[in-house]
């Protein structure tokens, strides 16, 4: 199946740095790729859809300014923190979709293993 | 817009008894519905997928879902829970008609598996 793949597994940053995560889809182009947000034990809010080669779409109440999505090409999309804060300490998860032939294919979302960020 | 509620929090199985999952769905038409499963510091898993024909799905892990339209539910089930299957499940729905939109997940249910 379609892997996708998160770097790194684990960060921990000082305030006021900023901090990069990269999406890669291993096996397949990924048209979409999607950024999560999870608090423990709760779900997964969604903050931004990255198309490749166009500006990611925020969910209301993400900053744009604060996660910076890129996503430049169709294996890759990157998240960054910018000017990280402890109240920015999360799990992110990314997750891709291939946009193949059948209608159904891109809601096949494909997740990455999650990046522990913590901020001190 | 679609919404998705896992009306359990958290649910306690013995190891070796059945067990369903509970999910109800909200979409003015027959929508995309998948359940994931995450372990603790893991990203999530694709368990199996409903997007149209039988509405009973297999899935990996043993693992199988119905789907009833009458109900608006897609209900996770495992004849026989093992201790590896304690993780946190969330059902999904996707929007057929709405074009390349994210996935709309439920709140999760948390597994505890006992012997």
């Known amino acids: 199946g379609a892997v996708v793949s998160q770097h790194p597994s684990r960060v921990i940053c000082k305030s006021g740095t900023s901090v990069k995560i990269e999406c890669r889809s291993l096996d397949f182009q990924a048209t979409t790729m999607f950024w999560y947000r999870q608090f423990p034990k709760q779900s997964l809010m969604l903050m931004a859809t990255?198309?490749?080669?166009?500006?990611?779409?925020?969910e209301q109440g993400v900053e744009k300014d604060k996660f910076l999505i890129n996503h430049a090409s169709l294996t890759l999309s990157t998240l960054t923190v910018t000017s990280a804060h402890p109240e920015d300490s999360s799990f992110y998860i990314c997750s891709a979709t291939g946009g193949g032939a059948s209608p159904s294919s891109s809601y096949e979302q494909y997740f990455g293993p999650g990046t522990r960020l913590t901020v001190t | 817009a679609q919404s998705v509620t896992q009306p359990d929090i958290h649910i306690t199985v013995s190891e070796g008894a059945s067990l369903e999952l509970r999910c109800n769905y909200s979409y003015g038409a027959t929508p995309y519905l998948f359940w994931y499963v995450q372990s603790p510091g893991q990203g999530l898993q694709l368990l199996l997928k409903y997007f149209s024909g039988d509405t009973l799905v297999q899935g990996i892990k043993g693992f199988e879902a119905e789907f009833k339209r009458s109900q608006s539910s897609f209900n996770l089930r495992k004849p026989s829970v093992h201790w590896s299957d304690a993780a946190e499940y969330f059902c999904a729905v996707g929007a057929p008609l709405s074009g390349n939109t994210p996935l709309v997940f439920g709140k999760g249910t948390r597994l505890s598996v006992i012997a």
């Open positions: 990255s198309n490749e080669g166009s500006k990611a779409t925020y």
